[in-house]
């Protein structure tokens, strides 16, 4: 039965884009919301059967066919299913149907409505491949559709009529960048092939300790080309710059992209070959670098963005940094568990982002919204459980658990060190002042835009759905000084190993986590300071010395620019040279030359006598010189 | 028997809807599909009775053979055989005859009959080179195809087709002679050697020695390949010939013609030569490489949609010649993998061209834009064929480049790193395609644009059909045709350990170097 699970979706794809534009559009989101629903259920009713009988080291697996076979080499189209995959087949089908109801409202009066939920469907089918895959090469086919996808919905308003032109680069952009990640990976892929003649994951990660020694050429290698693919989709440094321009597609895409699908496929593939990093500890550690620094830089340049969907943007991206973090120092279980937390609160803050701009005319500017806690009050609700979940207010909120966990692992585990919980400390207070500081501006203050549009059901269940998850989900797993429940991880566990502690770590959990939680209030406060009671000073400070600072900041520490200089102009320079090919302006010369040989001759060929005796006495001459010469 | 069958039909079709096409203008274009659609089906009858591939292995792979008298005096006949690899591209042949077809079923203004004819004795030419067996053969069918394409080119196709039709004859005929000198080589030395003197295939296989002899042996074949295919630096025909040409001109040349090339280099240049193409090979896989970056630097420059395309073409062709000199089981599979992916996919791009040509008489991209408004469906399969040429997984090329890349991995890692940089700026170029085209800002012009007909939902359709089938079950053409790959690997074996051969050209050390590499990479 596993395999109806990627299959709803496809037959949802397939009907809709083959019969899409001539059934009634009534029965569009029928089909498209309604078989990804279907999914979620089965993924229930198996996941109940499979927690049953979930013991360490327990899967289960359903072979379809062999793709191709050529002597020892045959990747085959076959389903696994372990408490990993179950973990993410269960979020992407539940908070994927919750976005599917969502957008069958939000698109409502769009003309592209069947093409959406095709596109939509096809996504969710990709990612669901990528997750049950049991060997690489199907993985990766899930993990290229993906990045199609992706590419078609960002660019899904093509024929704007303002940005059509914006819209287009920024499918262009996300799918090339991606692009150059899966590249590395095909490349480590080669090399699997190489060294061990398949490239079925179990295969793969039983055989690699007994061959491969501990940071050995291969191994480090392999892990750092995996990594570059999994940096590409997580939109992890130095890859990271496609997210933002990523914000061009309707709302509900940016959800799916950032909480139930594509930029979770990295963390995914790192903890699914955890045991390649666990013998190449050193790129392990590059890992958990790669997570701190992109997490600050991220919440950073959160900070400075007027767009209400850019700020959720490089949000996303501090928040994956959180995960390649906990991975980094084997806290797998850690990441996975603020991956389901992260899917629920993103999916929500972009769902009600995108109600606030549906009801604002398609204004995106925070600074232009304000005031609308009274008229819009399901979506500011929760809307604020969101955003407490992301600025993981204390105790109450999901997002403390999750990531005070991975916060706590990142100081106290053997692979850890102060300096990773320091930065990520120190983020972790950025990402509460940026958070409130969308919500004040959008919520609060004076209203600068009229609400021209009252959210209906379809987009209020989901709302209110993923604002009690945001709540409530974090009590799965809670601290061991919390009580020490531990279901979410020991479910885990029988996939991917617990983490390693130092025997005695520096500090107790208690006081950091007691630290993260002032920081976090404290972030709420100057939040309310600086941007409702007393905006005077930033707004100086903003537009008068701060403005090189904001700058840099609002175009994401001007990576873009970078690129920019150092590989688009360049680039594109040295395709406009040489246009007409100078392989065949020489082959043309060849031509010219013929054509000028034949002139000359022809010339000679006067009819003057003089001419021909002259030239007959020359030849005469010098061939008489050759033999007296010679 | 059934082998000289399809290339009569295909002949006399040729010929019958000629001689017709006085009668009614109508007939020869029904002919031709029918004559396509009926060899079509024989091959499918072979493929299907022999996919088991169980007993292929003790025919030695050949599915099937005949052999008639010829020119006794030359030691010529005439020899057709087909193992899986033929069988395959044979297959590929009358499909995209087909799609060919019906892609200039409206389009032909003048003399439809000799039109319809050219194009099936150049797919006969086509068919006769993918069965020959007798080199002679060979030669006669590989000189049969230029003929009627110089005929389409210069007849029916657009503004430039004067000088790009010439253009396509001197170089390809140039090739063709140096094939022909390396040919008649073969044919005397082996007659000095033993005093028979043949062109039949299988006795001229391990004739040739290794040195400089047999170095410039293949390089007369080499270079025939080279420029059919083509590859740099003999591409300079292409861009003129591919977007001069009718649609089903460029089809036929794009998609089927360059693929007997690289049928000869894995036919000809591998097992006549094994000695000199291994040393060959890291020369060979830099112009692989070469090719498959300059092209697609190439083709991002473009403005023209076809110029485009066939810049694209010629960027995927490195490919196939990557795979070539990567000598390794998984390399080869994915030639001719690639062989019938690039076939599909770029025949499908150059269909497209043609129905967005039918509706704006233009092929400048700059003019274009926005067209998905009034087209989605030509679109949609617009993405489907895009992302099959920048090898999305799924859709036959990804199989395809992925066996190739994989295979040259293990033989050289620098260069297939190299290559597979192609894989990241082929984005750029189709993307361009796409967008530039289906999306972005509208079109300067307003245009009126149809909604597809049935008889372009056919091709489209049928086409897809093919390639997301061999991108899921690629299995159909690699188990059919590995037989004969074991075949060509026995051959280069056998060659190695012929102490003859040591003595000539390599010392036992070096042997023994090779072998073992060989062994190494033959591995998978």
Same mark, same amino acid.
């Given at each position: ?157 093509y024929n704007?009529?303002?940005?059509a032109e914006?819209?287009a680069?920024?499918?262009r ?116 670098? *790669? #997570?701190?620094?992109? =997490?600050? &830089? !991220?919440?950073? %340049?959160?900070? /400075? ?7 959720? $943007? ?5 928040? *994956? #940094?959180?995960?390649? =973090?906990? &991975? !980094?120092?084997? %806290?797998?279980? /850690? ?7 992260? $899917? ?12 606030? &701009? ?214 594109v320079?040295?395709s406009k040279?040489d246009e007409r090919d100078?392989?065949d ?46 | ?102 892609s200039?079923?409206?389009n ?45 080119i210069?007849?029916w196709g657009h503004e430039n087709r004067?000088y790009a ?73 292409l861009p003129d010939a591919y977007t001069e040409a009718p649609v089903?001109g460029s089809?036929?040349?794009a ?42 630097k190439m083709s991002y420059g473009q403005r023209n949609y076809k110029r485009l395309i066939a810049f694209s073409s010629f ?31 770029i025949?499908a791009l150059f269909i497209i061209s043609e129905f967005v040509y039918d509706r704006t008489r233009t092929m400048d991209m700059q003019a274009m834009g926005s067209f998905w408004d009034q087209m989605?469906?030509l679109g949609?399969?617009t993405?489907?064929f895009i992302?099959?040429s ?38 750029t170029y189709s993307m361009r395609i796409l967008q530039k085209v289906f999306h972005q800002s509208k079109a300067p012009v307003e245009y009126k644009l149809n ?74």
């Open positions: 039965m596993l395999w109806l699970i990627p299959a709803l979706p496809l037959v949802g794809f397939l009907i809709l884009a083959l019969f899409g534009t001539s059934m009634p559009r009534k029965m569009v989101p029928v089909i498209g919301a309604g078989l990804v629903g279907i999914a979620a259920l089965l993924t229930i009713i198996i996941g109940i059967d499979f927690i049953g009988k979930n013991t360490p080291g327990y899967f289960f697996e359903q072979h379809l066919w062999t793709w191709f076979s050529i002597g020892k080499f045959h990747p085959e189209m076959t389903l696994h299913f372990d408490s990993l995959s179950m973990t993410f087949t269960f979020v992407i089908t539940f908070v994927g149907f919750l976005i599917h109801l969502y957008s069958a409202e939000f698109m409502k009066d769009d003309a592209g409505y069947s093409r959406f939920f095709a596109y939509m469907n096809l996504f969710t089918f990709s990612m669901l491949l990528l997750v049950l895959a049991n060997d690489l090469l199907l993985l990766y086919l899930g993990w290229e559709g993906v990045g199609l996808c992706s590419f078609l919905l960002i660019g899904f308003w704007d009529k303002k940005d914006k819209n680069y920024a499918a952009k996300s799918f090339l960048i991606t692009r150059i990640g899966d590249t590395a990976m095909i490349i480590g892929l080669f090399l699997l092939v190489k060294d061990f003649g398949t490239l079925n994951i179990r295969e793969i990660l039983t055989e690699a300790p007994s061959q491969w020694t501990t940071n050995s050429y291969e191994a480090v290698l392999a892990t750092l080309l995996l990594l570059g693919g999994a940096c590409g989709k997580s939109a992890q440094l130095p890859l990271q710059t496609w997210l933002p321009d990523a914000m061009a597609g309707p709302s509900p895409v940016s959800a799916m992209i950032h909480a139930a699908t594509m930029v979770t496929a990295g963390v995914y593939l790192l903890a699914r070959t955890h045991v390649l990093y666990e013998i190449a500890p050193s790129v392990q550690l590059i890992v958990a670098i *790669i #997570g701190t620094a992109t =997490l600050f &830089i !991220g919440s950073c %340049a959160a900070l /400075a963005q007027n767009d209400i969907k850019r700020v959720l $943007a490089y949000s996303t991206i501090s928040q *994956i #940094g959180y995960m390649f =973090l906990a &991975i !980094g120092v084997g %806290a797998y279980s /850690a990441a996975i568990f603020h991956f389901v937390i992260h $899917a629920f609160f993103k999916a929500l803050l972009f769902l009600a982002a995108g109600a606030v &701009i549906l009801a604002l005319h398609h204004e995106h500017n925070m600074f232009k919204m304000g005031g609308l806690r009274k008229k819009m009050p399901v979506v500011f609700w929760t809307f604020l459980f969101g955003s407490a979940a992301l600025s993981s207010i204390p105790l109450i909120t999901a997002g403390f658990y999750s990531k005070d966990a991975i916060m706590w692992f990142a100081f106290a585990s053997v692979k850890g060190s102060t300096w990773l919980w320091i930065v990520s400390i120190i983020a972790a207070f950025l990402t509460s002042l940026y958070t409130f500081r969308m919500v004040f501006l959008t919520f609060f203050g004076e209203e600068k835009t009229k609400p021209s549009y009252k959210p209906g059901a379809a987009i209020k269940i989901p709302l209110v759905v993923l604002g009690i998850l945001s709540l409530i989900a974090g009590f799965i797993e809670l601290p061991h000084n919390f009580g020490h429940f531990t279901l979410f991880s020991d479910f885990l566990n029988t996939t991917l190993p617990a983490v390693v502690l130092l025997p005695n770590p520096a500090a107790g959990e208690f006081a950091l986590q007691a630290t993260a939680g002032i920081l976090a209030l404290i972030g709420v406060y100057l939040a309310w300071q600086f941007y409702i009671k007393k905006p005077q000073p930033l707004q100086q400070f903003k537009y008068g010395s701060g403005s090189g600072l904001f700058r840099f900041l609002n175009e994401g520490w001007m990576f873009d620019r970078l690129y920019d200089f150092l590989f688009v102009k360049p680039l320079w040295l040279i100078f392989v302006r020489i082959y043309g010369g060849i031509g010219h030359l013929n054509l000028m040989m034949n002139a000359a001759f022809s010339k000679s060929q006067n009819g003057k006598l003089r001419h021909y005796l002259l030239g007959l006495g020359i030849g005469a001459f010098i061939i008489l010189t050759l033999i007296l010469v010679l | 028997m059934i082998l000289v069958a399809l290339l009569l039909i295909l002949m006399i079709g040729g010929l019958l809807g000629w001689l017709l096409s006085s009668v009614n203008k109508n007939i020869p274009k029904w002919i031709s599909l029918i004559a396509l659609c009926t060899d079509l089906v024989l091959v499918a009858g072979l493929w299907i009775e022999n996919a088991g591939n169980v007993n292929l292995s003790g025919k030695g792979g050949w599915i099937a053979d005949v052999q008639f008298e010829w020119i006794p005096s030359f030691g010529s006949t005439i020899h057709f055989g087909m193992d899986g690899i033929s069988l395959v591209m044979t297959a590929l042949t009358f499909f995209l005859g087909i799609a060919a077809v019906l200039s079923w409206k032909v203004e003048k003399s439809e009959g000799f039109y319809h004819f050219n194009i099936m004795w150049l797919l006969a030419g086509i068919t006769g080179v993918f069965l020959s067996l007798d080199m002679m053969l060979f030669y006669f069918f590989w000189e049969i195809m230029l003929v009627p394409m110089f005929f389409i210069t007849i004067k039709g010439w253009k396509f004859f001197l170089f390809t005929q140039i090739g063709g002679l140096m094939m022909l000198l390396s040919i008649l080589g073969l044919y005397f030395l082996h007659g000095y050697n033993t005093g028979a003197y043949t062109f039949d295939y299988f006795q001229l296989l391990g004739t040739a020695p290794g040195g400089a002899l047999g170095f410039w042996l293949m390089a007369g074949f080499l270079i025939a390949f080279f420029v059919k295919l083509p590859t740099i630096p003999f591409h300079s025909w089903a089809v036929i040349v998609a089927l013609m360059s693929k007997t090339a690289a049928y000869g280099l894995l036919r000809f240049v591998i097992p006549f030569f094994p000695e000199a193409a291994r040393s060959f090979a890291i020369p060979g896989l830099i112009i692989g490489v070469a090719a498959i970056l300059y092209g697609a960027s995927h062709m490195g490919f196939i010649v990557v795979g070539v000199f990567s000598f390794n089981a998984l390399a080869y599979q994915g030639v001719l993998m690639l062989m019938v992916a690039h076939g599909l996919s025949a989605p469906n949609g399969y993405v489907v992302m099959s920048l090898g999305l997984p799924g859709l036959a090329n990804f199989v395809a480049e992925f066996l190739i890349l994989a295979g040259a991995w293990q033989f050289n890692t620098v260069l297939s790193v190299l290559a597979t940089m192609g894989l990241i700026v082929s984005v909604p597809m007909s049935p008889r372009e939902w056919v091709v489209m359709g049928g086409i897809t059909i093919a390639i997301v089938w061999l991108g899921f079950f690629p299995q159909s053409v690699i188990g059919i045709a590995q037989p004969a790959f074991d075949n060509i690997k026995t051959i280069q074996v056998a060659e190695k350990i012929s102490p003859q051969m040591q003595k000539q050209t390599y010392t036992l050390n070096q042997v023994k170097a090779v072998s073992k590499t060989e062994q190494k990479g033959g591995d998978l």
